[in-house]
Nanobody, 122 residues
């Protein structure tokens, strides 16, 4: 059974940085997509970044391109999301997810981490 444990959230001022981490465990297979989503209360989870381990293809939502960097360290089996120049409106829960492919639709992702809170003050 695959499990994800995400961490690294916290409180920063606008313009600050955080590094989120997600550790997959279990039988993930050799080719899979790891994604970061975020969810504001009352809204559907939105994908912000993905990396596909089969070919290292990376996706960023337009709203985060240039500020967020997704990476996967195969040796450490650790997914990371470096977030720079954070904005107050990006205060929300961030979740890592794993699936056979990379999708915008959160229902297509198979397993989720428990989420980590990012709070950005102005």
């Amino acid at each position: 059974q695959v499990q994800l444990v995400d961490s690294g959230g916290g409180s920063v001022q606008a313009g600050g940085s955080l590094r989120l981490s997600c550790a997959p465990s279990g039988n993930t297979g050799s080719r899979y997509c790891l994604s970061w989503f975020r969810q504001t209360p009352g809204q559907e989870r939105e994908r912000v970044a993905s990396i596909f381990t089969g070919n290292n293809n990376i996706y960023y939502d337009a709203s985060v391109k240039g500020r967020f960097t997704i990476s996967f360290d195969k040796a450490k089996n650790m997914l990371s999301l470096q977030i720079n120049n954070l904005k107050p409106e990006e205060t929300t829960m961030y979740y890592c997810a794993i699936g056979n492919g990379c999708y915008n639709d959160p229902k297509m992702m198979a397993v989720w981490g428990q989420g980590t809170q990012v709070t950005v003050s102005s």
